[in-house]
Structures are given as structure tokens and as C-alpha cells.
């Protein structure tokens, strides 16, 4: 199981669920540092990685960053995302250079994919990944809590 | 450059024109629209085919996805449900690497996402 990392924005101090992915399409493979983001709707990319690739635009989609200014629009590309080994096939990922470190974008591995097959322990400081297409990965019980209104 | 600053202004006349359902208000006679578009389909890729078909959806059309994500191909509603992660895959499954757009029919709700880092 893959242990938590120091996360580089803050050494020392946080660990946090990151883990180097692979982003495949077209037969090309680039590895990019990923933040495992529970609360990202999506996965995002860099943008390099979808000029590298020649990831051709799917379409668009709505983004709110949260930072006070107006939501975006952002494009979005169909590839594999390998995590730990992992294939997620056809995700459909947003290209953006929005997250990273020292000037280097980051992706971001949004619950699209975590909801398939991540599981985050944060006491443990460890992630497990299972493939989503496998029949051995348990159903997720459902929760005792009514659904909440918001 | 060009083709994409026609293409954002032909999408920017045509989300208001299916929001207002008048030609008028964006000084565009229905006869010079549709020639417009003949001269910027000739100039667009065939994702950016995909992509002015989806900004210029008819009314009709767009009524009837209302609220849906929708996979448009060779120009018309491919596949249609409610998130656009499972429209991609299916179109994915059925149509392969085939020119897509992949948009929302109506208003649709941000996503959240990281702050950004600097």
C-alpha cells in the first residue's frame, strides 16, 4: 500500500496522499506527480501532458476554483489514468495548469477516480487502489446516515 | 488563432441567440447566420464542427436534453445522461476515437476544484 508523502508545499509538516500517475493515449505514456484531491469533482491534467500526448478537446466543463473569481470553462480530453498500476480507462479529464508545486503543474486525481477504486486512510497514512474492473473488489456498504439535505 | 476567435464568436452569438430565441438582438440576419456558418464550418476542424453543432443545437433539441450532458457527433445528439464522465465512456465504447464535443444543455453547475497554487 502506498504511504502518504511529505507534500512539497509544506515539508515537514503535512503528509498527503501523492502518488506519480501515468497518462495514456494515442501509444504515448507521460508520468506526471499527482495530488489524490477528494475534494475535486474531476481529474485534471497539465497541459503539457495534453500537448505531449496530442490529446485532441472532448469538450468543456464548468469549474469553480473557489478563489472569489467567476467559474471557467476548461477543456476536457478522453486518456487512461495509471495509478499505482492501476488502469482507469476513458476518464474524461480537464486540461488545466492550475495546481502544482514551484512551477511545475500537477494533476489532480478528482473523485471520478477515487470513487472507482481509491481508498484514503488517513489514519494509517496509506491509500490502496483496486482495479475498478476487477470482481473482487468488494461493494462499498451503504451508509447508516439518511441522506442529508444541503 | 483566427479560427478560434471566430469559433468563440459564433458560440458566443449562438448561446445567446438559443437563450433569447431572437436573431435580432445579435444583429444577425437569419440569411447571413446561416452563411456564416457554411464559410466557419469550412474553417473548423471536425471537433470544432462538433462543437458549433452543439452551441447551435435547435431550441427543439435543446428542450429535449434540457439538464443532460450530451456526446455530439457528425452533428447530432450521439449519446446524452446525466454526467458527462459516463457520456465520454460510452461514446468511447460505441464510436472509438471518433470527433466528439461533449458539453451541458442549459445552465450548468460548476465543479469544484483545487485553489489555485502559485
Given at each position: 500500500?502506498?504511504?502518504?508523502?511529505?507534500?512539497?508545499?509544506?515539508?515537514?509538516?503535512?503528509?498527503?496522499?501523492?502518488?506519480?500517475?501515468?497518462?495514456?493515449?494515442?501509444?504515448?505514456?507521460?508520468?506526471?506527480?499527482?495530488?489524490?484531491?477528494?475534494?475535486?469533482?474531476?481529474?485534471?491534467?497539465?497541459?503539457?501532458?495534453?500537448?505531449?500526448?496530442?490529446?485532441?478537446?472532448?469538450?468543456?466543463?464548468?469549474?469553480?476554483?473557489?478563489?472569489?473569481?467567476?467559474?471557467?470553462?476548461?477543456?476536457?480530453?478522453?486518456?487512461?489514468?495509471?495509478?499505482?498500476?492501476?488502469?482507469?480507462?476513458?476518464?474524461?479529464?480537464?486540461?488545466?495548469?492550475?495546481?502544482?508545486?514551484?512551477?511545475?503543474?500537477w494533476a489532480l486525481v478528482g473523485r471520478d477516480i477515487l470513487n472507482?477504486?481509491?481508498?484514503?486512510?488517513?489514519?494509517?497514512?496509506?491509500?490502496?487502489?483496486?482495479?475498478?474492473?476487477?470482481?473482487?473488489?468488494?461493494?462499498?456498504?451503504?451508509?447508516?446516515?439518511?441522506?442529508?439535505?444541503? | 488563432?483566427?479560427?478560434?476567435?471566430?469559433?468563440?464568436?459564433?458560440?458566443?452569438?449562438?448561446?445567446?441567440?438559443?437563450?433569447?430565441?431572437?436573431?435580432?438582438?445579435?444583429?444577425?440576419?437569419?440569411?447571413?447566420?446561416?452563411?456564416?456558418?457554411?464559410?466557419?464550418?469550412?474553417?473548423?476542424?471536425?471537433?470544432?464542427?462538433?462543437?458549433?453543432?452543439?452551441?447551435?443545437?435547435?431550441?427543439?433539441?435543446?428542450?429535449?436534453?434540457?439538464?443532460?450532458?450530451?456526446?455530439?457527433?457528425?452533428?447530432?445528439?450521439?449519446?446524452?445522461?446525466?454526467?458527462?464522465?459516463?457520456?465520454?465512456?460510452?461514446?468511447?465504447?460505441?464510436?472509438?476515437?471518433?470527433?466528439?464535443?461533449?458539453?451541458?444543455?442549459?445552465?450548468?453547475?460548476?465543479?469544484?476544484?483545487?485553489?489555485?497554487?502559485?
Open positions: 500500500m502506498p504511504a502518504y508523502l511529505n507534500a512539497p508545499w509544506r515539508p515537514g509538516v503535512a503528509l498527503a496522499p501523492i502518488a506519480r500517475i501515468h497518462v495514456k493515449k494515442n501509444g504515448g505514456d507521460e508520468a506526471v506527480m499527482a495530488l489524490l484531491d477528494s475534494g475535486a469533482d474531476y481529474t485534471q491534467i497539465p497541459t503539457a501532458t495534453v500537448t505531449n500526448l496530442g490529446l485532441k478537446k472532448k469538450g468543456d466543463r464548468l469549474v469553480d476554483r473557489k478563489d472569489g473569481l467567476p467559474p471557467t470553462s476548461v477543456p476536457t480530453y478522453v486518456t487512461d489514468i495509471i495509478l499505482e498500476g492501476v488502469t482507469f480507462r476513458d476518464v474524461l479529464v480537464s486540461g488545466t495548469d492550475d495546481f502544482g508545486f514551484d512551477g511545475t503543474p472507482e477504486g481509491v481508498i484514503l486512510d488517513g489514519p494509517r497514512k496509506w491509500f490502496t487502489v483496486t482495479d475498478p474492473s476487477s470482481a473482487s473488489v468488494a461493494p462499498v456498504p451503504p451508509s447508516a446516515r439518511p441522506p442529508q439535505a444541503y | 488563432m483566427k479560427t478560434n476567435a471566430l469559433v468563440s464568436d459564433v458560440g458566443s452569438r449562438l448561446n445567446y441567440t438559443v437563450t433569447s430565441s431572437t436573431m435580432a438582438s445579435v444583429h444577425i440576419r437569419a440569411d447571413e447566420c446561416n452563411r456564416f456558418f457554411l464559410v466557419a464550418s469550412r474553417l473548423l476542424s471536425p471537433e470544432e464542427r462538433e462543437e458549433l453543432a452543439f452551441r447551435s443545437m435547435p431550441a427543439t433539441t435543446a428542450r429535449h436534453y434540457y439538464g443532460k450532458y450530451v456526446a455530439i457527433h457528425n452533428g447530432a445528439v450521439a449519446v446524452s445522461g446525466d454526467s458527462d464522465t459516463g457520456v465520454a465512456r460510452e461514446f468511447v465504447r460505441t464510436f472509438g476515437d471518433a470527433p466528439v464535443y461533449i458539453g451541458y444543455v442549459g445552465r450548468e453547475r460548476a465543479a469544484y476544484q483545487v485553489r489555485p497554487r502559485q
